[in-house]
């Protein structure tokens, strides 16, 4: 059953991003959302990986990310499933693209000063495959690099399907009688993703402390998660707004708030960023305050160990 999620999963995969939506618009041209994530997306990068660094971008897309980084001297590697994606990013000339699954890296081990892992783990419904691209995100980065990893906030998703798409559409499902729509109920208790037919591929949809154990587990450590976007980022999205001073805005919330616990998981959309080796960064996203980020360093054998059993016994504790 649960391979037959992921295989549903991967086949919406490239239906959606071959010929059902534009992700590259969404982060240069639809809001100034997108502006807001991709400004501090690349701060939070290039503020902890040099110029003339060695980059793979997992998931990367169309590339703009992998634009950025190649244009101030990165030499950068594109990986990504959707072949629309991989001819786009590749139109750029200016970095190598090339198709794969982050749960299978087509890279040697230590090969990389960073990994971005910005779209991956939100498409990925079962815990393993998540901690299987964490891995192996983290296997080619050298000692010492960074691994940034992005996951979309189940608050975040709560918020679109409940309040945000029931007001832009009156035909979407919604409780009867009292009854929550089943979907509702999985994504609320597992952050289930839909498995229908159309519409966003999501496979999970993470709580903030959620996602830190995942990071543990797949080896990362002292983990800190901030908001990447900040309270204000999905109003400028519903809206579809480019307004300079709303966008301002939600930049200085987001960095007034990014630090708070109570808000990691209010976080607009997408991703999550973790980052390999000595220090990692994991990116959270969420549906009021976009994304958040943790930074971790590699454990030595004991210390792992120890970290790995305490997440275990909380993720068996019911209380």
């Known amino acids: 059953m649960e391979q037959r999620a992921q295989a549903h999963l991967d086949d919406r995969i490239q239906a959606f991003y071959g010929t059902e939506f534009d992700e590259h618009d969404r982060l240069v041209g639809r809001s100034g959302q997108g502006l807001l994530e991709f400004e501090r997306t690349q701060r939070a990068v290039t503020e902890r990986v040099p110029a ?3 980059v793979i971008d997992v998931g990367g897309a169309a590339g703009i990310h992998a634009a950025a980084l190649a ?5 950068v590697v594109l990986v990504d499933p959707v072949p629309r994606h991989v001819e786009q990013a590749a139109a750029h000339g200016t970095f190598t693209a090339r198709l794969g699954d982050a749960r299978e890296l087509p890279a040697e081990a230590d090969s990389f000063d960073a990994a971005l892992l910005l779209g991956p783990l939100y498409h990925l419904a079962e815990r393993a495959d998540r901690l299987r691209a964490l891995s192996e995100a983290m296997r080619v980065v050298r000692p010492g690099g960074w691994v940034f990893a992005a996951g979309v906030s189940r608050l975040s998703a709560l918020s679109w399907v409940t309040v945000v798409e029931p007001a832009l559409d009156p035909d ?3 409780p009867v009688d009292g009854v929550l729509p089943d979907f509702w109920r999985r994504l609320i208790a597992e952050g289930g993703g839909g498995l229908g037919p159309r519409g966003f591929p999501g496979g999970h949809f993470h709580l ?3 996602l830190e154990r995942e990071a543990v587990e797949a080896g990362l450590l002292d983990v800190t998660v901030i908001g990447l976007e900040g309270p204000g980022a999905q109003a400028i999205e519903v809206a579809r707004s480019h307004d300079p001073a709303l966008v301002e805005a939600a930049r200085t919330l987001a960095h007034a708030f990014e630090a ?7 976080s607009l959309d997408p991703p999550i960023v973790g980052l390999a080796s000595v220090t990692r960064w994991v990116r959270w996203q969420g549906a009021v305050a976009k994304a958040f980020w943790l930074t971790v360093e590699r454990p030595q054998r004991r210390q792992r160990a120890h970290m ?7 993720s068996a504790d019911p209380g």
């Open 260 to 266: 708070e616990p109570g808000l990691r998981d209010h």
């Open 172 to 174: 979407v499902e919604r």
């Open 52 to 54: 003339g660094s060695r």
């Open 71 to 75: 244009e101030r001297g990165d030499d």
């Open 308 to 314: 790995v059993a305490r997440s275990r016994r909380e």
């Open 208 to 210: 903030a402390d959620e």
